[in-house]
């Protein structure tokens, strides 16, 4: 009976890591929002890494999160390195890509809760008198992730923070500048 056990155990363990080897490779996690200011407007709050914690949803997940910058306050080269709870980890940008009010692009590596390194990418499309802007991750999913993935999608996990985020940015940019 033992036999048939582990014999049973193993054949499950191979079923499980086929399944897992058969799940795509790559993904990527996109939400868009409308904001009623000028491209230029909103392009300066995610070009320049400074003003990320007015907006960014994790930094509300973790008010006593450490961050540090590096590089430049803004454009290719800005760095910006956190460390926090377990709701946000530990981590750093780098702004890798700025076309002023159009788009901005990030190499994110996250070092907590899992080793991670993604493409983040915002755009910012003109849309009558406001902003269409659009945030985008996308990245390698290795073995480990790829079993995470069958119970909770990157889409999911991301998905939601990437909505609050547009929400805080879009309150942020709307906001009338104090005289």
Known sequence: MWKNFKLGLVIALAGFALLVA??????????SASIAAPPAKVFALVNDMHEWN???PWAKLDPDMKTAFDGPAAGVGAVETWGGNSRVGAGQMLVTKSVPGQEVGIKLVMVKP???SNDVDFTFSPDGKGTVVTWTMSG????????????????????????????????????????
Do not use: C, H, I
């Open 114 to 116: 899992m080793p991670a």
């Open 140 to 179: 390698q999913k290795n073995f480990v992730a790829k079993a995470f993935g069958l119970f909770v999608s990157m889409d999911k996990m991301v998905g939601g923070e990437f909505e609050n985020g547009l929400a805080n940015l879009k309150a942020l940019a709307e906001t009338p500048a104090k005289m």
């Open 22 to 31: 058969t799940q795509p490779s790559q993904f990527s996690v996109s939400r």
């Open 54 to 56: 007015r907006w960014s």
